[in-house]
């Protein structure tokens, strides 16, 4: 991210109201700032980011207001007054005052109600205490010359009962006058998290499906999203314009690293974030040709000095000097990289990511100008990763032309002739490669049913992967949590799934799924449901509460999981566990005792002594019968 404001950067303006206004300084124009007042943007170019201007009135002569830079300690000048001031300690409560809850119950009526007197207080305005009328205010608006500061001053010393207000009313009083009428404004970089406090509390919420700052840095953090390495390309297979699909560049699944799988249906706000966690969001700021060259070379007699020996003589006057191009490259040649890479499925003939041109990325211009995350973001739609033979794009084969036919086109034609080649290449090879898998997570913001995404997208996931699907409400994720619950599990591992007999573990991760069974419910682990807000408190004396006007809306959640390649065969567990050595010290006695016990008998001597035993029982049977009725 640069550290000064560069031409054509996008801006926050954070005005004293404490709302936030995102412009772009195109140089040469006039920022407006509605009440505020309004001033030129070369005023702020060059600048440092995060300095407080304010606006000052325009000098004789001039049809345009200057800005001056306010310093830290005209800032907080209240605020260092105000902690070296004894006031600033919680009094002490004297002998004899009532206490709060004694003053409340004074004034309220035994039916609970509040007394007359004390409600014909609150209906009094505030302005009736103000001796200055509003027409007084604007005439002193008008002649003001320190960009409001005299208004609020003049107010203050106006106020009949100034005198009865608390420190903490005084200062409350003085910052809502401040916001009113000074013209002040701070410059801040659109970041993410900036960028998503001023869509949900200034533009449309539903474009970013209500996803609050913490909220996308909790998906960020689940998701393990982070640098991924260097960028590698493939070499250039360097094709002639009459070879076709057999000249393609050939997928390299050793290459494959530190990618993710994204479904991004907030306009390119997620996709943002994770490429501003992976160093791919900011343009590298441009050094000055003097911390490059500390010696005054110029860049190219330096680096040829360092590289190649001397420079070459200049060139003769009357003749233009050459620079060497580099050549061009074939059509066939893959621009994206293997590594670092976000790969973004949508369900459009185009990805909607109009938010990155907040960034400087405009994916729908077709000759893009340099940017850090132009050659590692790679879009496909469903069909492509479903059904790429039903794609036209992918299933067509790329055209060819030998070069006599091709010399003889238009030009306009060849130039046609290269693009379709071209883009034939890009698209292959983006959908063999997102189709090879091994992704590092995946991590979805959408409104379609999670379990019909991890039904197409986990077969993709490298062993370990990251799961980090956001809903704005739980009742989906908890439908796609009880996918691989420990029941279903366990029904699974035993085999009482019908259709899973007889089927690899690569067969069952496709698993189409059934009623009972829509997923596989082994292929994550550890899942759970999570969410987090960030309140805002006020801490004060007896007057601690949270914020009554912090913004509502769906509170958001973050289902979490990690993807698991089931064994195959025969498991056996090693090592020491608990009971283990009760267990085996019972096997070694009885291996004692059954080495000290007599030899068993055979089984045939059992079954014969059996047998005899039989018929001495039948043979003593009727003597038994007249004993018993001889008795």
Known sequence: MDSVIRPGAWVALKLPSGITRVVQITPNTTISLAKYGSFPANLILDRPYHLTFEILDRQAGETFSRLRVVPTDELYAEVFADEESPECAAPTPKAGDATPAEQAAATETPNGEESAATTESKLLDESARQTLTQDEIEELKKGVTDAGRAVIMKLIASHAAIDQKTSFSLAKYRLLKTKKYIRRFQVLPVDVPTFAQWQL??????????????????????????????????????????????????????????????????????????????????????????????????????????????????????????????????????????????????????????????????????????????????????????????????????????????????????????????????????????????????????????????????????????????????????????????????????????????????????????????LNPTLLLGVSIQTSRARRWQVLPGRTHPLMTERGGAEGYVFTAFRAKPAEGHVEAMGKYGGGGKKRKTAAAADVAGATAPKPIAEEAVAGAVTEVEEVEMADAPLAAAAGNAE
């Open 201 to 518: 509390e200034e533009r449309d919420a539903s474009k970013i499906l209500d996803m609050r700052a913490e909220m996308i840095g909790l998906v960020g953090c689940w998701a393990n999203v982070h640098y991924g390495g260097d960028a590698v390309y493939l070499e250039d297979p360097m094709a002639s314009c009459d070879q076709g699909a057999e000249a393609f560049a050939p997928i390299k699944p050793e290459l494959l690293k530190g990618r993710w799988l994204v479904v991004d249906d907030t306009c390119g706000a997620l996709t943002a974030a994770m490429a501003e966690r992976m160093g791919l969001l900011y343009e590298q700021e441009e050094e000055d040709d003097e911390e490059e060259n500390p010696e005054g070379l110029p860049t190219r007699e330096k680096q040829e000095t360092k590289e190649t020996g001397p420079a070459d003589p200049p060139a003769a006057e009357g003749t233009k000097a050459k620079t060497a191009k580099p050549p061009r490259a074939s059509d066939f040649a893959i621009p994206y990289s293997q590594t670092n890479t976000i790969t973004v499925v949508h369900d459009a003939s185009q990805a909607n990511l109009s938010f990155l041109n907040y960034w400087g990325l405009d994916i729908t211009t077709p000759n893009h100008p340099p940017h850090p995350l132009l050659n590692h973001l790679l879009t496909l739609t469903w069909l492509q990763l479903l059904e790429p033979e039903r794609d036209t794009t992918y299933s067509t084969p790329p055209l060819t032309a030998t070069p006599e036919v091709l010399a003889n086109w238009k030009a306009t034609r060849r130039g046609n002739f290269h693009r379709k080649r071209r883009r034939s290449a890009r698209v292959r090879h983006i959908v063999d490669s997102t189709g090879a898998g091994n992704f590092s997570g995946l991590v979805c913001a959408s409104t379609m049913n999670p379990i019909s995404i991890l039904k197409h997208t986990l077969p993709l996931l490298a062993g370990g992967a990251t799961v980090a699907i956001y809903s704005p409400t739980i009742e989906s994720l908890a439908e796609l949590a009880d996918c691989f619950s420990v029941v279903r599990r366990t029904a699974w591992t035993s085999g009482q799934v019908p259709g899973t007999e007889g089927k690899s573990a690569a067969e069952l991760e496709r698993w189409p799924g059934t009623q009972d069974f829509p």
